[in-house]
């Protein structure tokens, strides 16, 4: 039988081509989206991967859709915890409104999809948790006080999960895009991107694949004692 993966914010973007990754790996993959109907639409229709809108902000949505993935596909084994948004501005004009958008839907969005899966993965003595950070959760970021936070914290969750994890065959990992060629990096000004790019030693931004790739080796059976790390995928630009 297939393995079941949901992938969160997975219908645009880096979650797009790790829905699509799974799916050539044959897992059966659920993708959730938050709010841009017609890009989930012209996503299923491409790909054939059902779609489930939900905010991953809310617990109650959260663990409502999570139901309704495991009674259309079964238990969930692999989940990606992928959905994220940015509210970009120097910390003097970061309003709270800014910082509580960013943490509700990046870092509390995390827990609301990973806590109603994780008794299933632990009933059923396999799991893989993996938890799309940032090169910014690593490095920090002018402008990102609150996604460079929730980023950070990503580390913190996975390499807890994977201490409670372990001995009920779950794994739980980081992946950190470094300045992927998406609509977020897309909707840095013109400028500050060209200087990004600039200090990106590859000389070019990365490809949604070139995560997606990452995405799936941790989420094989053979990644099984692959447990609280985190993989890099930057060209370069920042090591730990
Ligand atoms: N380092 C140092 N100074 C910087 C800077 C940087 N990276 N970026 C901007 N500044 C400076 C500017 O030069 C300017 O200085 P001056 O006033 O002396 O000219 C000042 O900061 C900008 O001040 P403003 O008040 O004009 O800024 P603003 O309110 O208009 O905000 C901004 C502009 C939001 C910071 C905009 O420049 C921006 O979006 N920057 C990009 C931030 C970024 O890298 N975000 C990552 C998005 S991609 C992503 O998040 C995905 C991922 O995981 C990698």
Not at 114 to 132: A, T
Not at 136 to 160: E, M, P, W
Request: overall charge negative.
């Amino acid at each position: 039988m297939a393995r079941v993966a949901l992938v969160t914010g997975g219908s645009r973007g880096i979650g797009a081509a790790i829905s699509k990754k799974l799916q050539a790996d044959g897992f059966q993959v659920a993708a959730t989206y938050a709010g841009n109907d017609e890009a989930a639409a012209a996503f299923t229709a491409e790909t054939g991967i059902k779609t489930y809108k939900w905010n991953v902000a809310s617990y109650e949505e959260s663990a409502a859709g999570i139901a309704q993935v495991t009674t259309d596909l079964g238990a969930i084994e692999v989940v990606v915890a992928n959905a994220g948004i940015t509210k970009d501005a120097p910390f003097h004009k970061m309003t709270p409104e800014m910082w509580n958008q960013v943490i509700d839907t990046n870092l509390t969005g995390v827990f609301n999809t990973v806590h109603p899966i994780w008794p299933s993965m632990r009933e059923n003595k396999f799991g893989r948790v993996i938890v799309i950070s940032s090169i910014n959760g690593q490095k920090g970021q002018f402008a990102q006080v609150n996604y460079a936070a929730t980023k950070a914290g990503d580390l913190g969750i996975v390499k807890s999960l994977a201490q409670e994890g372990a001995r009920a065959g779950i794994t739980a990992n980081a992946v950190c895009p470094g300045y992927i060629a998406t609509e977020m990096v897309m909707a840095v000004p013109e400028k500050v991107r060209d200087s990004i790019i600039s200090q990106i030693p590859a000389g070019r931004l990365g490809e949604p694949d070139e995560i997606a790739r990452c995405v799936a080796f941790l989420a094989s059976d053979d990644s099984g004692f692959i447990n609280g790390s985190t993989i890099s995928a930057n060209g370069a630009q920042y090591f730990v």
